[in-house]
């Protein structure tokens, strides 16, 4: 009742993986589900699946509102080795959740009607991306 | 020991169900109490119940934090056919929590002394926000 | 399978407390670790714990995003009874995670290599810090 799902990422955005859950899940029973993120630079969100753009906004929002390291405005930071996307990349990982908890009945996530599960990478470079799963039956 | 709980809200802001949580689960016992918001343009909060000033600080800083799609700084925004509301509640609901955890000990929430549990509503509009509530039995 | 840790802190910022919780959770088993922090003007983060400048820069972001109520545009908050850090902490505990659930197996945390759990302190002055903590077991 653990797994861990391995998420390929090609630079900062969202990246949904819903549906590799649900497979998981239809082989595992009811109870709750926990996600958790093995990583400091990179988050888990619930967010709409229905318009593309609602990702591609929230891509454009977070960019803006934590600027690279190399803009003028940030220049106060000094975790900056790796790149001018290092460190903002943790301020947003503080930012939106590390792990998500998810009620499952009958088999299948109680999310809404529009919700889909998404890892969103804040760094520009490709990454492998690693959630721990688990399942706590229920009942 | 799984529930829905539904919360009319009435526009922008903080609406508190903690009584109604306090109720469901004296008739459940101990364990791990899990609240899902099914919804991607509102959030669940746990924040202060005491003073009320505190919720009418939160939405006025969120407000200005996440201006409205017609605020001349957002006009890159391009998920804006339910109105101007629309996709700063999302950028809202990634930023603050979908799900949130409390410990159940004797049948009640482990919660500090001025926590309380909150809807925040992100959209001008008034909503029926279901939270989906899961108890998972402790020993 | 409950517990409460509690944190000693002397001024805004992070402090680490993994190794309590691993201390703790080598005496449990297996199963699902839930913190829950008792409090709404700090919040628990899981972040980086190789360079001490990421926590100093999680710090300096976060203090300019929301900047204390003496600043001139901060000037609309009203909860400041308590000082200009208390409504800024209270927002920034809104952005930043209350709870955090962590998948244990052999004993051990399934956290990343380079993460950490910690106490983000929000307010100016020394506090003591509550977190609750449930492992619910598995198999």
């Known amino acids: 009742m653990q797994h861990e799902f391995t998420i390929t990422t090609s630079g900062a955005g969202l990246y949904e993986f819903t549906s590799?859950?649900?497979r998981w899940l239809c082989t595992q029973g009811d109870g709750l589900l926990t996600l958790m993120i093995r990583h400091t630079s990179a988050?888990?969100?619930?967010?709409?699946n229905a318009d593309p753009d609602v990702c591609r906004d929230l891509q454009a929002y977070f960019s803006r509102l934590v600027p690279p390291a190399s803009d003028p405005a940030m220049q106060y930071l000094r975790h900056t080795a790796e790149g001018?996307?290092?460190m903002p990349a943790h301020i947003k990982a503080a930012m939106m959740p590390v792990s998500l908890n998810i009620p499952v009945k009958d088999g299948r996530m109680?999310?809404?009607?529009?919700?889909?599960?998404?890892?969103?990478e804040h760094r520009s470079a490709p990454?492998?991306?690693?959630?721990a799963a688990c399942l706590m039956p229920l009942g």
């Open 110 to 120: 109680r999310l809404g009607t529009w919700q889909g599960i998404y890892v969103f």
């Open 43 to 48: 988050s888990l969100l619930i967010q709409e």
């Open 84 to 86: 001018p996307d290092d």
């Open 20 to 22: 590799e859950v649900t």
């Open 127 to 131: 990454h492998r991306r690693h959630v």
